[in-house]
C-alpha cells in the first residue's frame, strides 16, 4: 500500500518560514492536499491539489509537490500556526485515501 | 452554510457492534463523495472509507474490511457506517468528511465535530 512519510516535528521562530515535507513514491504524479489540526478540533484543510488554498486560509500557507517530496510551506509563522500538519493523497492504484504521519509543528 | 454531525458513539464490548450516523446540511448532499475519517487517542489520521455520490463505488481501508459497510440515504441526507466484530485498537474520534469537489480525488474541506467510539470490556 501506499505510504506518505513526514517527520514527526518541526521547529521555527516567529516569523520565520516552516515547510513540511511529505514524502511518497512520485507523490508528484498525485494531487496532494494538507491539514491543520489543533488539540481537541477537527482537521482543517489548508492547501488542496497541491497549491490551492480554501476560502479563509491565509495566504502564508503555500503548497508544492514534485518527484518523490510534496512541502508545504508556511510563512511568516505565527503562535497560532503551532498545530499537527497531515498531507494527505487519494492513491487511485488501490482505490483508497492515504494519511501521512503527521507533523507537529511547534513555534518557538 | 455546510454543517456535517456525528452520531451514534459510544462505549462497546469488543466483538460488539455500533452504527454511526453522520446528518448532512447546507449543501447538495447527493452529488458528493462522502467519507469517514477516524482518528485513535494520540495518533494521527486514518481514513476509513469512501463512498460515491450514487453509492456505485465504495472502498474501504484494509484493517475494516469485511468488518465495516458505508452506506448513504440521499433522501435523508445521510451518512452511516455500520461497524460489526469491533476490537479495542478501533476506539477511535470517527470523522465524517466532505471533499471540495464531487469526486474521490479532492481534499476534504468540511468535517462533523466527531464520535467518540470506545472499544472495551
Known sequence: ?108 | EVQLVESGGGLVKPGGSLRLSCAASGFSFSTFVMNWVRQAPGKGLEWVSSISSSATDIYYADSVKGRFTISRDNAKNSLYLQMHSLRAEDTAVYYCARPVDYDFYNGFVSWGQGALVTVSS
Not at chain 1, 488539540?39 to 492547501?47: E, H, Y
Request: charged residues 15%.
Open chain 1, 1 to 108: 500500500s501506499y505510504v506518505l512519510t513526514q517527520p514527526p516535528s518541526v521547529s521555527v521562530a516567529p516569523g520565520q518560514t516552516a515547510r513540511i515535507p511529505c514524502g511518497g513514491e512520485n507523490i508528484g504524479s498525485k494531487s496532494v492536499h494538507w491539514y491543520q489540526q489543533k488539540p481537541g478540533q477537527a482537521p482543517v484543510l489548508v492547501v488542496y491539489e497541491d497549491s490551492d488554498r480554501p476560502s479563509g486560509i491565509p495566504e502564508r500557507f503555500s503548497g508544492s509537490n514534485s518527484g518523490n517530496t510534496a512541502t508545504l510551506t508556511i510563512s511568516r509563522v505565527e503562535a497560532g500556526d503551532e498545530a499537527d500538519y497531515y498531507c494527505q493523497v487519494w492513491d487511485s492504484s488501490s482505490d483508497q485515501c492515504v494519511f501521512g504521519t503527521g507533523t507537529k509543528v511547534t513555534v518557538l
